[in-house]
Nanobody, 124 residues
Framework: QVELVESGGGLVQAGDSLRLSCAAS????????MGWFRQAPGKEREFVAG????????YYADFVQGRFTISRDNAKNTVYLQMNSLKPEDTAVYYC?????????????????WGQGTQVTVSS
């Protein structure tokens, strides 16, 4: 069992940056692919970014358009999401989770051990 805790969200203005963290406890995630998702009010949870176990492979949703960077520090058992040039449409609760498939899935149903999420609000 692994517990994931997200942090780093907040209220920012359009164009600002935030760095989200996802700290794992209970066991190491150094062998796991991990992902960031988000869910806005009234919308389905959607994939944002994923990273393989070593950090050597990353993959993003099209809407990221080079603005976000996912990374990890396996020594700290933590995954990060650096978000730059934030837009009001990025407003959502952001979650991290572990990929059950090991194949770099983008489907929420193929992830588990979801954290509680961290709110990101971008004002115009």
């Amino acid at each position: 069992q692994v517990e994931l805790v997200e942090s780093g969200g907040g209220l920012v203005q359009a164009g600002d940056s935030l760095r989200l963290s996802c700290a794992a406890s209970g066991r190491t995630i150094s062998s796991d692919n991990m992902g960031w998702f988000r869910q806005a009010p009234g919308k389905e949870r959607e994939f944002v970014a994923g990273i393989n176990w070593s950090g050597g492979s990353t993959y993003y949703a099209d809407f990221v358009q080079g603005r976000f960077t996912i990374s990890r520090d396996n020594a700290k058992n933590t995954v990060y999401l650096q978000m730059n040039s934030l837009k009001p449409e990025d407003t959502a609760v952001y979650y991290c989770a572990k990929d059950r498939t090991g194949r770099g899935s983008r489907w929420p149903r193929e992830y588990h051990y979801w954290g509680q999420g961290t709110q990101v609000t971008v004002s115009s």
